[in-house]
């Protein structure tokens, strides 16, 4: 089986649900930028956690962050019985998961950046506001 990585933004909110077994079960899907300028699209990952990873991350999972995925790849492929059209997913055992940030919940806020516990001698202090974005 091949090993994905595959960083990108959640597209919602991890869905935690619990099997007959009592086995939790995490699905959520990232949304993967293939390409660039005019080539640039959209590529959707199926992200799958199991037991306690899964009730311990998906909390975690929400809306806007950027996660990176590491783990199998399944790719599955069906016939739209409408079109007779090919469609496939790209699906990944997750076993390996980086949370990179974004996606403030709403009323959250960030927290602060931390500041150095001492100046280098001779260097100026900066303000926030000397900083040009």
Same mark, same amino acid.
């Given at each position: 089986?091949?090993?994905?990585?595959?960083? &990108?933004?959640?597209?919602?909110? @991890? !869905?935690?649900? +619990?099997?007959?077994?009592?086995?939790?079960?995490c699905n959520f899907s990232i949304a993967v930028d293939?390409? +660039?300028?005019?080539?640039?699209? #959209?590529? /959707?990952?199926?992200?799958?956690? /199991? !037991?306690?990873?899964?009730?311990?991350?998906?909390? +975690?999972l929400t809306k806007g962050k950027m996660v990176v995925?590491?783990?199998?790849?399944?790719?599955?492929? /069906? #016939?739209?019985?409408?079109?007779? $059209?090919?469609?496939?997913?790209?699906?990944?055992?997750?076993?390996?998961? #980086?949370?990179?940030?974004? &996606?403030?919940?709403?009323? !959250?806020?960030? @927290?602060? @950046?931390?500041?150095?516990?001492?100046?280098?001698?001779?260097?100026?202090?900066?303000? $926030?506001?000397?900083?040009?974005?």
């Amino acid at each position: 089986m091949n090993i994905g990585i595959f960083a &990108g933004r959640m597209g919602r909110d @991890a !869905e935690l649900k +619990y099997i007959p077994s009592g086995k939790a079960v995490c699905n959520f899907s990232i949304a993967v930028d293939v390409g +660039y300028g005019d080539n640039k699209s #959209t590529m /959707w990952v199926e992200g799958v956690l /199991w !037991e306690k990873r899964a009730e311990s991350l998906a909390p +975690y999972l929400t809306k806007g962050k950027m996660v990176v995925i590491e783990g199998p790849v399944e790719l599955r492929v /069906w #016939t739209n019985k409408n079109t007779s $059209d090919a469609q496939g997913s790209i699906r990944v055992n997750v076993d390996k998961l #980086t949370l990179c940030g974004g &996606g403030k919940a709403e009323g !959250e806020q960030s @927290a602060p @950046a931390p500041r150095p516990a001492a100046q280098p001698s001779g260097a100026t202090p900066i303000s $926030d506001e000397d900083i040009p974005f």
